[in-house]
């Protein structure tokens, strides 16, 4: 089948009859021979890719660790044992070796496991992890917790896929290299993050690899950490050796293993960007199933590269993901040093974004709504604080964009737009989001937050008014009515309009608003409409605590008005259905209508 070498590599050797369905957990791995465990990760990476091109999935992270997780629980006794995976990119050779192996067999059961690690899964799984650098940082203190009690295991973290280029793993190495004590860090080196890797440090680890672990500027050493290096990051046995050697340690260790990409599938190894993570595809060609068009994620960037040939201090920016704001590599080409991809580090993406703009450049940082969740500090005392007029876009946002509880996007509004001093824009179209990003590159005021607008360019929203100054805290309203005022933020504006027009078919003019701003309340516009309207209700794409809702609710309150603030409850969601979470908040038309009538 092509794409998939590792399929006739044994065609030579005698086959054994390794029956994948028969590994319960990391006892039967350990009772298969060595010689046979090439076999074995062959197999499971075989598994492996047949459920992802079906379901979906990471694709390159997960097959250039299948190696290094067979001698992981070859090696060491999990769960007495702990190994914390960082991002949980490469977890899923883990999740099948770890009793999880239905979950990747059976077609019935694809949707059973969570595609990051998960304890209320398995008792292998130490946390619910899904964003990056983390996993020294938690190793570090299983290990301490573990020397207060007086107890004896190892502690085992699993990094890489870039996330040492996140400060957080800076401060976890240094942290462990002053505390001692048994801990063990795997630093999977396969040259990537998610798109292509960045940073000065990547010259080091290029030269711990071309002198095999030797060169005398080693990161590792500098803080105190013991060093073995791996040449072969794909050959179990020579894994199985290195993590032998620092099983049982005294005091902590790195293990660098130089591993490939994509390993195994021809197509993940000469692409790594593109099959970091895919949708189902066709395993035999490798083409992705769905088709896509043009997003809007695409056109931002053909936007802001028709801008960037007028201004050359327009900069984009990404924190490793340049696929939000649609930075592809030959838009990034075409960028030339107006591009810039700061690696996995949102912190320094944010401060670096507000001294640019500070020194006169005009920067528009893309980063996805759950990613935002890591900078609240630089928001609030780098950014706002100053004043600098940087421009930060909000992708993947609200309760339908991603739905796994690490990556849940419906946090940013109540976390970002009650930081003072940050104007935080929602539009109700594509082309009020581009009016918006327009007006904000060229403002010198204050920093800008914008949500992506994802519903595509043929959504009307509500008319776009030329010369629009968003400086001016004012809601347009669109619909004018009496008793119920409905304020659709964003893309609920939508929302807001359908709910109305079944009020109307009752005969109950309701005004709606686009509200425009997230943390920003039009005290006159409250004011004026609570002469006529008994009701208001708001709609919000997001969480109601802390949110949009609860800030027209305290301006009404004021003036005798009862408000239905709609949106999320308070609470993680995890692998959930978009439309059964709103129906279950009462987001639909239908349901508003019905309880707006009831109210009435």
Request: net charge negative.
């Amino acid at each position: 089948m092509p794409g998939t070498q590792f399929f006739n590599n044994r065609r030579d050797k005698k086959m054994t009859t390794i029956d994948l369905a028969t590994i319960k957990g990391p006892a039967d791995v350990k009772k298969i021979a060595r010689e046979d465990l090439p076999e074995l990760c062959d197999k499971l990476r075989r598994a492996m890719l047949t459920r992802t091109a079906a379901h979906g999935g990471h694709v390159g992270p997960d097959l250039g660790f299948v190696e290094a997780t067979v001698a992981l629980h070859y090696v060491f006794n999990s769960p007495v044992d702990k190994i914390v995976f960082d991002v949980s990119h490469q977890a899923y050779p883990h999740k099948m070796l770890t009793g999880r192996m239905p979950a990747y067999l059976d077609p019935a059961k694809y949707d059973d496991v969570s595609g990051y690690t998960e304890p209320s899964e398995s008792p292998h799984d130490l946390f619910v992890v899904g964003h990056t650098s983390t996993s020294v940082s938690l190793a570090c203190g299983l290990a301490k917790a573990r020397d207060l009690r007086g107890e004896k295991f190892n502690v085992v973290a699993v990094i890489g896929d870039g996330s040492l280029t996140g400060g957080m793993a800076f401060e976890g190495l240094n942290n462990l290299g002053e505390q001692g004590g048994n801990a063990i860090v795997i630093f999977n080196d396969n040259q990537m993050s998610i798109a292509p890797n960045h940073g000065g440090f990547l010259g080091s680890l290029a030269r711990l690899r071309a002198t095999k672990g030797n060169d005398p500027c080693n990161y590792f050493k500098s803080l105190g950490l013991d060093y073995l290096y791996v040449a072969d990051g794909n050959d179990v046995n020579a894994l199985i050796d290195a993590f032998a050697k620092v099983k049982d340690c005294d005091h902590p260790v790195v293990v660098h293993i130089n591993t490939e990409k994509g390993h195994g599938y021809s197509y993940a190894v000469e692409n790594k960007e593109a099959w970091h993570w895919s949708m189902p595809w066709d395993l035999e060609t490798g083409k992705v199933l769905a088709a896509y068009g043009e997003s809007v994620h695409d056109r931002t960037a053909e936007h802001l590269l028709r801008k960037m040939a007028d201004d050359p201090t327009l900069v984009a920016i990404t924190a490793a993901v340049p696929a939000f704001g649609g930075w592809n590599p030959q838009r990034r080409s075409r960028a030339g040093k107006q591009f810039v991809d700061v690696g996995i580090c949102e912190p320094h993406a944010c401060a670096f974004a507000s001294a640019l703009a500070k020194g006169g450049a005009r920067p528009v940082w893309f980063v996805a709504s759950t990613f935002m969740q890591r900078v609240y500090d630089q928001l609030s005392h780098d950014l706002a604080v100053n004043s600098t007029p940087a421009v930060i876009v909000v992708c993947a946002s609200g309760l339908s964009a991603m739905n796994d509880v690490t990556h849940v996007g419906f946090f940013d509004i109540p976390m970002a737009s009650n930081i003072p001093n940050i104007l935080y824009l929602c539009p109700t179209s594509e082309k009020e989001y581009f009016a918006m990003l327009d007006w904000a590159i060229a403002q010198r005021e204050r920093p800008v937050v914008i949500r992506m607008f994802q519903k595509g360019a043929a959504v009307a929203g509500a008319p776009l008014e030329d010369g629009t100054d968003f400086s001016q805290i004012r809601n347009q309203v669109v619909r004018r009515g009496s008793r119920v005022a409905l304020f659709g933020l964003g893309e609920f504006f939508g929302l807001a309009e359908q709910a109305a027009d079944l009020l109307a078919q009752k005969g109950v003019p309701a005004t709606v608003v686009n509200p425009r701003f997230a943390g920003d309340v039009d005290e006159a516009l409250v004011g004026e409409l609570a002469k006529n309207h008994s009701l208001f209700v708001t709609l919000e794409d997001g969480v109601v605590a802390g949110g949009f809702g609860q800030k027209i609710a305290a301006a009404a309150a004021a003036r005798g008005i009862r408000v239905f603030v709609k949106g999320a409850p308070k609470a993680f969601e995890d692998r959930y259905n978009p439309q059964e979470l709103l129906a279950r908040c009462g987001l639909t038309a239908e349901a508003l209508a019905r309880e707006i009538l009831a109210a009435l």
